[in-house]
T-cell receptor, first 113, second 114 residues
């Protein structure tokens, strides 16, 4: 079956690194995504990784993919108060046929001084 | 460039009432989606459309209907509102090509059924 799991909460100090983890079950997933949701807003695409990659870096964001363990992580360097939001992991199973996205429940990141 | 626009942003309905949630996109995307987001849960797909005149059910379609008469618009209709439909509704659009084309989301409609 298709399932994406994330821890629900993460609290970090401003300036530290944040690591948000995600596990998924569908090994056929082609792309894996990280979306950010700020209060009262829709989902904003942060970054994505293709399933044949191990790592992708984009400024303060680093995505690591362990395809063997079906584990995806998002590292935010030098975390700022503006990074406080809910972060959703999502996968695109190959069997979807309509660019189907399966979402995790989201990790709420709280950044404190 | 407005992207995906949803209206209204908030609405309170009584049980049994009906309403239509509007969604419009200006990116000429063929694919459009309706999701609901319940507290502490990920997004669940209600309906989707792969082009004008074509719609299909997602994971949780019961109690909803959609239509797609134009590429730009994809309204979601609740015919007999029930408390279980209290949720935040998101519309999204995108394409389905060999290269990555992520979905773009609207800001959501917060709906309460009392």
């Amino acid at each position: 079956g298709e399932d994406v799991e994330q821890s629900l909460f993460l609290s970090v100090r401003e300036g530290d690194s944040s690591v948000i983890n995600c596990t998924y079950t569908d090994s056929s997933s082609t792309y894996l995504y990280w979306y950010k949701q700020e209060p009262g807003a829709g989902l904003q695409l942060l970054t994505y990784i293709f399933s044949n990659m191990d790592m992708k870096q984009d400024q303060r964001l680093t995505v690591l993919l362990n395809k063997k363990d079906k584990h995806l992580s998002l590292r935010i360097a030098d975390t700022q108060t503006g990074d406080s939001a809910i972060y959703f992991c999502a996968e695109t199973p190959l069997s979807g046929g309509y660019n189907k996205l399966i979402f995790g429940a989201g990790t709420r990141l709280a950044v404190h001084p | 460039n407005a992207g995906v626009t949803q209206t209204p942003k908030f609405r309170i309905l009584k049980i049994g009432q009906s309403m239509t949630l509007q969604c419009a996109q200006d990116m000429n995307h063929n694919y459009m989606y309706w999701y609901r987001q319940d507290p502490g849960m990920g997004l669940k797909l209600i309906y989707y459309s792969v082009g004008a005149g074509i719609t299909d059910k997602g994971e949780v379609p019961n109690g909803y209907n959609v239509s797609r008469s134009t590429t730009e618009d994809f309204p979601l209709r609740l015919e007999l509102a029930a408390p279980s439909q209290t949720s935040v509704y998101f519309c999204a659009s995108g394409e389905f090509t060999e290269s990555n084309q992520p979905q773009h989301f609207g800001d959501g409609t917060r709906l309460s059924i009392l």
